[in-house]
């Protein structure tokens, strides 16, 4: 096996509890998901606009006046080290340079640990910050440090893993989950065919977001496609070796019953990709997933992959620190519908307190070479 701890670039989409869900409803199958009630959307059409009703995010107590004054800001993503949040932390930096009147320090676990991040944040609450931006390890074990930093007059804003909303004032969602889910199975069905089978290698089965977008997933798919069927959902951390051997392991077990996989983080989507590429099922078993583009490159120029799917890592975290500043400023208010985020323009707010980042990017061989993240 090749290196591909070395050849493919890592990165994270990671957090809620889960409970039994059915792909179709015929079928009592868990997938992976939260078991929360779902919103698919329509089958040939993308979602309209829609008020984001009454804010539920926290408001900080004993704020002191920070507006058009220098900032410290903290950013804290689940994991360092890696390519994803290296990417949103560049896109930070990005923003505290064109800002000029804030800086950020990136900084937390080296590994996708909750009892680490919370130690982080504590540490910065304790030594005294303006403002944290976070992607959540898990959204409830979080809030109690994030509660405790709101109580000490810091803004928080949460990006990529949302916590409670009143553990933060807002979060930066880098695309809606049935947004995802639709993007994922609309790729996938084109290339499998609508009667397809597919698994997915997800992180673990306590990952909020990635539960979220596969129950999304699972009732677009039953919405849209009726006739595509679910194998298996199979964990494989954040970790490379691990997310090619549980691909390589669905390979083997379907057999010609495979026509595609799923990955849900973009570790174990260029992994599985590696995994088929090896196997000589290029053209024969299909990965579609979110990932990183540059680690996508090989296995999208080569066509053994058609597509990855992703939002700008970049933008998502420069939206992070835009935001904080905005707060500091008291231009970012509860019932606001959008948000100017500087080069980014406006940014629609959904869902009571988060700000969209846009629709998911689908990378192609006709594309991908224009990023570089």
Known sequence: MRS??????????????????????????????????TNPLA??????????????????????????KQIKIVDVPKLVGIGYFMSSA????????????????????TKANIDEQITSIDNYVTSGIDGIMLSANDPVAV?????????????VVTYDA???????????????????????????????????????????FTT?????????????SAKCYPKMKFLETVEAQEDNILSFNQAQTLINKYGDELNGIVGMTSV???????????????????VVGLALPNAMKPYVNSGCVKSAVLWSTEDMGYAAATALRALADGTLKPGDKTFKA?????????NKSQILLGAPKVFTKDNIGTFNF
Not at 44 to 52: E, L
Not at 90 to 109: N, W
Not at 169 to 197: R, S, Y
């Open 208 to 220: 909020p977001n990635q539960a979220r977008w596969i129950s999304e997933m699972a009732a677009y």
């Open 342 to 350: 500087g080069k980014l323009g406006d940014l629609q707010i959904i």
């Open 268 to 286: 174990a989507t260029p992994a599985a990709s590696e995994a088929v590429q090896q196997s000589n099922l290029c053209g024969k078993v299909s």
């Open 4 to 37: 591909i701890i070395t050849t493919l670039q890592a990165g994270a989409f990671c957090l809620a509890s889960l409970a039994p869900m059915a792909l179709h409803a015929q079928e009592a199958t868990w997938t992976g998901g939260d078991g929360a009630p």
């Open 143 to 155: 809030a109690p440090v994030l509660k405790k930093a709101l109580e000490s007059g810091i803004n």
């Open 43 to 68: 089958c040939d059409s993308a979602a309209p606009a829609v008020d984001p009703g009454a804010y539920n995010g926290a408001s900080p107590t004993n704020a002191v006046d920070r507006k058009g």
């Open 162 to 204: 949302d916590a409670e909303p009143d553990a933060r004032q807002w979060f930066i969602n880098p695309a809606t989950a049935n947004g995802v889910a639709k993007t994922l199975i609309d790729q996938l069905a084109e290339q499998i065919g609508q009667d397809g089978h597919f698994a997915i290698v997800t992180s673990t």
């Open 90 to 109: 560049a896109g930070a930096q990005l923003a505290a340079k064109e800002i000029g009147s804030m800086q950020v320090t990136t900084d937390g676990p």
